[in-house]
């Protein structure tokens, strides 16, 4: 009887662990993922800008250059200023590793311009963020990205998994 109690323990235990791993992860998607997209669609240059850390670094894999949170940010507040740009963004996950307070997400994101239209045109990349929670809420602390020479496509994007699909990042 006392091993059967212990392996209920036991089992119990995984399954809290487990939970609150997800429920990192869910933070970490409405906190982080649901407000980039949001910000990289409607242009919300302070909402972009708050979801990244002070001490925020930027790697570009295929433009080879490193840059800190003012130079990276800069870019995007001088191209959003054309209101008439139509864009949306997307993720798909090929790893996600977190605990309470630091998290690892690896991934596939799809940028299309000019969505259903004529000229709509996509775009692929691998990426790789380190978040870290800062008084009470998630942020960007590294955010590199490349097209792996041209190599990330459809393909690529269709083949990792949705960020609502908890179950693959156990």
Same mark, same amino acid.
């Given at each position: 009887? /006392?091993?059967?109690?212990?392996?209920?323990?036991? #089992?119990?235990?995984?399954?809290?662990?487990?939970?609150?791993d997800? !429920? $990192?992860?869910?933070? #970490?998607?409405?906190?982080?993922?649901?407000?980039? !997209? /949001?910000?990289?669609? *409607?242009?919300?240059?302070?909402?972009?800008?708050?979801?990244?850390?002070?001490? %925020?670094?930027?790697?570009?894999?295929?433009?080879?250059?490193?840059?800190?949170k003012?130079?990276?940010? @800069?870019?995007? /507040?001088?191209?959003?200023?054309?209101?008439?740009?139509?864009? *949306?963004? @997307?993720?798909?996950?090929?790893?996600?590793?977190? $605990?309470?307070?630091?998290?690892?997400?690896?991934?596939?994101?799809?940028?299309?311009?000019?969505?259903?239209?004529?000229?709509?045109?996509?775009?692929?990349?691998?990426?790789?963020?380190?978040? /870290?929670?800062?008084?009470?809420?998630?942020?960007i602390?590294?955010?590199?990205?490349?097209?792996?020479? $041209? !190599?990330?496509?459809?393909?690529?994007?269709?083949?990792?998994?949705?960020?609502?699909?908890?179950?693959? %990042?156990?």
């Amino acid at each position: 009887m /006392k091993r059967n109690y212990l392996c209920l323990i036991f #089992i119990l235990y995984c399954f809290v662990i487990r939970a609150q791993d997800n !429920t $990192n992860l869910k933070e #970490i998607n409405k906190q982080i993922w649901n407000n980039f !997209t /949001k910000a990289f669609e *409607t242009l919300d240059f302070e909402l972009f800008g708050s979801l990244h850390s002070e001490d %925020f670094i930027r790697i570009g894999g295929d433009s080879k250059n490193i840059r800190d949170k003012e130079n990276y940010l @800069s870019g995007y /507040k001088q191209r959003w200023q054309n209101k008439s740009l139509n864009k *949306t963004i @997307s993720f798909r996950f090929l790893e996600r590793i977190c $605990n309470d307070s630091i998290a690892s997400e690896r991934g596939i994101y799809k940028l299309t311009r000019n969505p259903n239209s004529d000229i709509e045109k996509s775009y692929f990349g691998k990426f790789h963020v380190i978040l /870290k929670m800062e008084s009470s809420s998630w942020k960007i602390m590294v955010d590199y990205d490349s097209s792996e020479n $041209n !190599t990330i496509n459809e393909t690529s994007y269709n083949d990792a998994y949705v960020m609502y699909d908890f179950n693959k %990042f156990k």
